[in-house]
Every structure is written in C-alpha cells, then in structure tokens.
C-alpha cells in the first residue's frame, strides 16, 4: 500500500526566508504532483515530476524528484506572502490513481 | 471552458438522509474520481472511473455509490448520512497522460 507522507505540516515563515517541504513516499512511482490549495478552494497543479532528478521552477517556487529515495521537495526561495496555502504532493499509484500527504500549511508573515 | 462542474457547493442534510453529488466534465477526459478532504488527513479516494461504464472502489468507498452515466458525468450516492460522513468532497477528472488531475471546486457537506 502506497503511504505519502509530508513534513512538515505546518510551517510559519517570515518573508524573505528560504524553506523546503518534504515529499517522502513508501513505493515505487514515477510520477509525483503538486497542488495548491488556497482556504476553501480547490485544488491547483503546481508541479508534475515525471523521472527520476526531474527539476521544475516557476517563479520562487522549485519541486525535485529523486526516484531512488522516494523524495520530493518542494523548495520556497525569498518567499512573499501570496504564497501562503496549503501545499499537497501525490503520488501515482498505477492507472492514475494519486494517493495524496496529508498537505503542509504555509504561513508567510510580514 | 468550464473544466470540471459540481453541485451543490454546500450542503446540509439530516443523519439518515440521502443525496447525490453531481459531477460534470467537458474535456473529454476518461478517468473521473471522488474524493474526500478532512482536516490533517490530506484527501482520500472513495471512487473512480477509469472510462464510461467502469467503477471501482478507492480507499473509502464505504457508505457510498457512484455511477458513470456517460463520459461527462460521475455522481456520488450517500444512501443514509452518517456525521462521519461530514466532509469537503471534491471530483477530479484526468486523461491518460501524465498531466494529474482537474479540480472541481468542491462541495462541502455537513452530517448533522
């Protein structure tokens, strides 16, 4: 049974800061997302990680995967408040099933 | 291009009530999926469909029913409500490549 786990599950930062949330998972896959959730919103793809050392960029947000160790990261560079959600990593199962961390909520303070 | 459409977006019932949650998708897609999101616990598959006329179980199917009416449409049965069934639900919709998931917008249901 696939297990996602992310940490952390809350993070509060200050502008500015660099930051990176973690993606761990128990099997093999070679396809990882991430989402992000504003409160009360749905979900929005942020990232699709297709192969091992894959590396995504957009805008100070930067996801990695490393297949082998069954990591993502999902690093945060100079972070502004309008980065403030929740942040999801899910992971493909087989036949496009995602099986979803439990999400990290990201704080950004003044 | 409305993407993925779901109704209601609230929803109150009694315990022991029914309801059907709608789902409709415009982009053709073949795969089609329930969720459900609760605090701490990320969200977890109740149901999908891999094409028209297929349903399987996910994680959660208990207390639940689906049916794939046609390619747009997947809905959602709770024969008789249970608090622990209070919940945000959301569908999702994806084709076979590799692109994840579309995100309906939710709908939220509380069991009293």
């Known amino acids: 049974e696939l297990k996602v786990e992310q940490n952390p599950l809350f993070l509060s930062m200050q502008e500015g800061k660099n930051y990176t949330i973690y993606c761990n998972y128990s099997t093999t896959s070679d396809r990882l997302y991430w989402y992000r959730q504003d409160p009360g919103k749905s979900l929005e793809s942020l990232f699709v990680?297709?192969?091992?050392?894959a590396v995504k960029q957009e805008g100070r947000l930067m996801a990695s995967l490393d297949t082998k160790a069954r990591l993502s990261t999902l690093h945060i560079t100079a972070a502004v408040h309008d980065l403030s959600a929740t942040y999801f990593c899910?992971?493909?199962?087989?036949?496009?099933?995602?099986?979803f961390g439990q999400g990290t909520r990201l704080t950004i303070n003044p | 291009n409305a993407g993925v459409t779901q109704t209601p977006k609230f929803q109150v019932l009694k315990t022991g009530q029914s309801m059907t949650l709608q789902c409709a998708q415009d982009?053709?897609?073949?795969?089609m999926y329930w969720y459900r999101q609760d605090p701490g616990m990320g969200l977890r598959l109740i149901y999908y469909s891999a094409s028209e006329g297929t349903t399987d179980k996910g994680e959660v199917p208990n207390g639940y029913n689906v049916s794939r009416l046609n390619k747009r449409e997947f809905s959602l049965r709770l024969e008789s409500a249970a608090p622990s069934q209070t919940s945000v639900y959301f569908c999702?919709?994806?084709?076979?490549?590799?692109?994840?998931?579309?995100f309906g917008s939710g709908t939220r249901l509380t069991v009293v």
């Open positions: 990680l297709l192969s091992n050392g």
């Open positions: 999702a919709s994806s084709d076979y490549r590799p692109y994840g998931y579309t």
């Open positions: 899910a992971v493909d199962q087989g036949a496009q099933k995602l099986v």
């Open positions: 982009m053709n897609h073949n795969s």
